[in-house]
C-alpha cells in the first residue's frame, strides 16, 4: 500500500504564496508519475499540475500556469507544489496523486492515477 499525506495549505491574501507538500510512504517504490489535483466547492475536480518520474518533465493547467511550480524529491519521496501570485480562485482542496506508472505523457486525468491523499485547504481571500 502507498500512502499520501498533503500539508501546507492555509489561508492567504490575494497575491501571496503558499507551498504545499506532499509525503508518500510505504511501497513507495511504486510510485512513478505524479501530479497536484483541486476541487472547490461546488466544481469537478481539475488538473493542476503533473511531474514525470524522475522529474525531468512537468505539465500545468491552464489556470495556474507561470504562476505555479512542482518538484520532486524521489530520495525524500515528497512532491512539492509551489504556489505564487495566489488568487481567490485558487481556493479548494488541494490533492496529490501518484501513478504506479510512468505515461508517454503528462496524465490530466485523475482517474488514471492510482493513490491519492487527504487532502489540504487552501484559502485566497480577496
Known amino acids: 500500500q502507498v500512502q499520501l499525506v498533503e500539508s501546507g495549505g492555509g489561508l492567504v491574501q490575494a497575491g501571496g504564496s503558499l507551498r504545499l507538500s506532499c509525503a508518500a510512504s510505504?511501497?513507495?517504490?511504486?510510485?512513478?508519475?505524479m501530479g497536484w489535483f483541486r476541487q472547490a466547492p461546488g466544481k469537478e475536480r481539475e488538473f493542476v499540475a503533473a511531474?514525470?518520474?524522475?522529474?525531468?518533465?512537468?505539465y500545468f493547467g491552464d489556470s495556474v500556469k507561470g504562476r505555479f511550480t512542482i518538484s520532486r524529491d524521489n530520495a525524500k519521496n515528497t512532491v512539492s507544489l509551489q504556489m505564487d501570485s495566489l488568487k481567490p480562485e485558487d481556493t479548494a482542496v488541494y490533492y496529490c496523486?501518484?501513478?504506479?506508472?510512468?505515461?508517454?505523457?503528462?496524465?490530466?486525468?485523475?482517474?488514471?492515477?492510482?493513490?491519492w491523499g487527504q487532502g489540504t485547504q487552501v484559502t485566497v481571500s480577496s
Open positions: 496523486a501518484g501513478a504506479a506508472k510512468r505515461f508517454t505523457a503528462p496524465i490530466r486525468v485523475g482517474t488514471m492515477y492510482d493513490y
Open positions: 510505504g511501497r513507495t517504490f511504486s510510485l512513478y508519475d
Open positions: 511531474i514525470s518520474w524522475p522529474g525531468g518533465s512537468t
